[in-house]
């Protein structure tokens, strides 16, 4: 059940949520006599692309590591180029939709995938680690564009009161992108790398260094550059697949009235802290759940290379789980509040983590993927929970929200620095890295639990 909240009418509110008790027959699909199955299917997959270019970067972190000999800090520069190119892009492409449509957005936001995925030839011919940021930056530009559009187009394509779980149904494909860019890193790219560890790289001559460093880069671009072809189909097909658009017949942009709107309205502004820490507590446990697994996998005796592999197919299970555990959720959100099962949700995720950080052996591994389990729901409710109720300003409301994926960005290096420390007393850093998302979670928490007393008020004034 989805609660449609309006926070300066609570009349209206009332009244809402005791019609949805009673209506259980809403179309999350249609709309003023519109269906919009098609154009859901072809947004949809959308997210999955946008999945799989997510989950085929988090193990790059330690590739790109050992392929330039660099340290843990240095590869999670990745993230910060992957991140921030949602931070930079997404008020200029809120504008853009704001100024032409939600299918424009969704076209720019594949072109500019393509572009940077392509990018990644010239990137391994020049043969530098900053090139590789710059393709991976070109390239989430492109994924802002896509999340700013599809996340609010997909809430806008039915009734208000079924829109948390229309999202969260479409989200649920998101993981599946995931699994496959996963399955791609393990099988495609880290299989095929160069056997020789860290250690026997740094001892390398820079000729033999050269040698094996470029072989490495062939091995890994490939995939980037097959996924840019597939962008340029997806963009052909939606661009001759007309797509109804739900926005305002005003082009206008008001930012700066349209900013202060957003900015007085205490769940919207509470909503982009929220997503700020999941998303960078999500990235943080499938980014360096392959340094931790490797960690207590190589304390049992398994060789650098066997323990990464290893560690990327529990990776891989939490990701299974993730998807399952979404499919789940969307169907309890039929019966429970959003906020409330995201309160519980992070509760258990916070449970875990404290077993990750003081568990010193394998079964801190099996914490970390039941992360996942709880975090499928976070992120789709939250951005539903933050938007509800805000008509016009949706399509700027979703843009802060794609900013707030900074937290990708931000977090990650902070963890990846106390993991560059080794030991901090006498527990291994590795684990202690892991307050940071611990920290995210609690945070989660307050506003799930803020969300839901909030409905309750409503309700019971």
């Known amino acids: ?181 996963m399955f791609i890193a393990m099988t495609f790219i880290q299989a095929k790398l160069s056997p020789l560890t860290s250690e026997e790289r740094v001892t390398l001559d820079n000729g033999a260094f050269e040698v094996v460093k470029d072989s490495d880069l062939s091995i890994l671009i490939a995939p980037y550059l097959i996924i840019a072809l597939v962008i340029v189909a997806m963009f052909i097909i939606i661009y001759f697949t007309k797509m109804p658009d739900n926005a305002d017949t005003s082009h206008k942009i008001d930012l700066m009235p349209t900013l202060r709107r957003l900015w007085s309205n205490l769940h919207y502004r509470e909503g982009v802290i929220a997503q700020f820490f999941y998303v960078g507590a999500q990235i943080m446990c499938w980014t360096f759940i392959i340094q931790y697994g490797t960690h207590y996998f190589m304390q049992d005796g398994m060789d650098e290379r066997s323990a990464e592999v290893l560690s990327q197919r529990y990776n891989i299970v939490a990701m299974v789980i993730f998807c399952i555990s979404r499919f789940i959720c969307t169907f309890l959100l039929k019966y429970l509040l959003p906020g409330k099962l995201l309160m519980n949700l992070s509760i258990v995720a916070s449970v875990f983590v404290l077993g990750v950080i003081f568990i010193q052996n394998t079964i801190g591994v099996y914490c970390l993927v039941g992360v996942s389990a709880c975090m499928s729901l976070m992120f789709p409710t939250i951005y539903g929970i933050a938007l509800e109720g805000l008509g016009e300003d949706a399509k700027f409301g979703a843009a802060g929200l794609i900013m707030a994926i900074l937290g990708g960005s931000v977090l990650p290096p902070l963890q990846a620095s106390i993991i560059d420390r080794g030991m901090i007393g006498v527990i291994p850093a590795v684990n202690v890295s892991f307050i940071i998302p611990l920290l995210s979670f609690i945070v989660i928490t307050i506003y799930g639990y803020r969300s839901y007393t909030r409905v309750l008020r409503v309700c019971n004034a």
């Not at 989950?55 to 972190?61: A, G, H, K, Q, Y």
């Not at 969704?106 to 940077?116: E, K, Q, T």
């Not at 011919?125 to 710059?134: N, Q, R, T």
Request: with cysteine.
């Open 1 to 181: 059940m989805h609660i449609l909240f309006l926070p300066d009418d609570t009349i209206t509110y009332k009244s809402n949520f005791t019609k949805m008790k009673n209506d259980k027959s809403v179309s999350i699909l249609k709309k003023g006599g519109v269906n919009y199955l098609i154009p859901f299917i072809l947004i949809t997959f959308c997210f999955s692309l946008w999945g799989f270019a997510n989950d085929i970067t988090n193990p790059m972190v330690k590739a790109f590591s050992k392929i330039f000999r660099m340290s843990v800090t240095d590869g999670a520069l990745v993230q910060v180029a992957f991140y921030g190119g949602y931070f930079v892009m997404a008020f200029p492409a809120a504008m853009f939709i704001r100024k032409f449509s939600y299918k424009a957005g969704i076209l720019m936001g594949l072109g500019l995938y393509a572009i940077g995925a392509s990018l990644f030839f010239p990137a391994k011919m020049i043969g530098e680690y900053y090139g590789f940021l710059i393709a991976y930056f070109i390239l989430t530009c492109g994924l802002s564009f896509l999340e700013t559009s599809a996340n609010p187009y997909i809430l806008s394509m039915g009734s208000e009161k079924t829109a948390t779980r229309r999202l969260n149904l479409a989200q649920a494909f998101n993981p599946m992108g995931s699994l496959f860019g």
